[in-house]
């Protein structure tokens, strides 16, 4: 197949490449930079231009464009995160509506961020609520709820009838590639810092790279399967208890405690922002299970394990 990934440059695009061509399909990524391997077209990620003849006979599009979260939320970095992924988005969808071939499914990636700030409930795609009306979260991170919705709707709202639509609300995806989620946790833990935070009590969602790229891998192959589908390992846990997960898989005895101030502290030095570390995030993937999706890594233990050992070995 001919699959077509705008913003494919980042971890997770990379990664869902190398799974992709590995399998032996053809892979086009779009990117705002060009890359050397000839697989690489440019594009604006705003307008519509020469790219879109890549996706005129594709098969597959995964667009997986938006600019980074993990940033100070300023008015700025909260408008260039809103507009990256609408605009994205609408310019995907004018393309696919003008091809005289479109392709038979567009997948397009969401968040598991869209789901509600909640303790008592684990949320999936059916009984799932949406945050934005929580009473006990900062008022600024209702605007991550309404940029998570913003680009589920500009795909929804996309003309094109021919093509099958899914929404992948990912949680964190796992890989122990450089520069990733996976990596930068485990530097901390490494360096004695990956300890409970602010109490641990927040959930934490997370899917293993294989399992990402193999759920993807069942969107596009299953006609059934459309709308918001969340792609995160059904066994959500605590902060705490993932980080002593993480410390044991990692051979670290000790994790400094890092109160909420020393959290906001920190993300300021890091130039981050604490709704990624203090905000709950307990999704399950009801949808994929219903599907007969079978996890290769559902607990945490077997896939720190597994991260662990395979970073050590890429070291």
């Known amino acids: 197949m001919k699959i077509v990934i705008p913003g494919g440059t980042g971890q997770v695009g990379a990664l869902l490449t190398r799974a992709l061509r ?42 997986l464009a938006g600019r980074s979260v993990n940033c100070r939320y300023t008015a700025a970095n909260m408008e260039a995160m809103m507009s990256s992924r609408v605009d994205s988005t609408r310019a995907v969808g004018l393309a696919i509506a003008q091809a005289a071939r479109p392709p038979r499914v567009w997948l397009q990636m969401s968040t598991a961020t869209i789901y ?19 009473s006990d979260a900062p008022a600024y991170w209702r605007f991550s709820i309404e940029i998570a919705k913003a ?19 990912a949680a964190m995806v796992m890989s122990p590639d450089r520069a990733g989620i996976f990596d930068l946790l485990l530097g901390l833990t490494r360096r004695g810092l990956g300890g409970t935070i602010a109490g641990g009590r ?37 902060q705490r208890e993932f980080m002593a997960v993480l410390r044991a898989a990692s051979g670290i005895r000790f994790g400094l ?4 101030w020393m959290a906001k502290i920190g993300a300021v030095f890091l130039r981050t922002d604490t709704e990624l570390t203090f905000k709950i995030r307990r999704v399950i993937p009801g949808r994929l299970l219903d599907a007969g999706f079978a996890f290769e890594f559902p607990d945490w233990p077997s896939a720190a394990a597994d991260l662990v050992a395979r970073w050590r070995a890429s070291a």
């Open 22 to 63: 590995a399998d032996g399909h053809h892979v086009v990524v779009l990117s705002r930079r060009r890359g050397g391997d000839g697989g690489t077209v440019a594009w604006d990620g705003r307008t519509l231009g020469p790219w879109a003849v890549e996706i005129d006979g594709a098969d597959v599009v995964i667009n």
């Open 116 to 134: 509600a700030h909640r303790f008592d409930a684990p949320n999936d795609e059916a009984t799932g609520q949406i945050g934005g009306a929580e």
């Open 151 to 169: 680009w589920e709707r500009a795909q929804a709202e996309a003309p094109t009838p021919a093509t099958r639509k899914v929404a992948l609300r």
């Open 202 to 238: 927040q959930w934490m969602s997370w899917i293993h790279e294989r399992d990402f790229t193999r759920a993807v891998a069942l969107l596009i192959d299953r006609e059934d399967l459309e709308g918001p589908v969340n792609l995160a390992a059904p066994t959500p846990l605590p």
């Open 257 to 260: 405690p890092v109160t909420k």
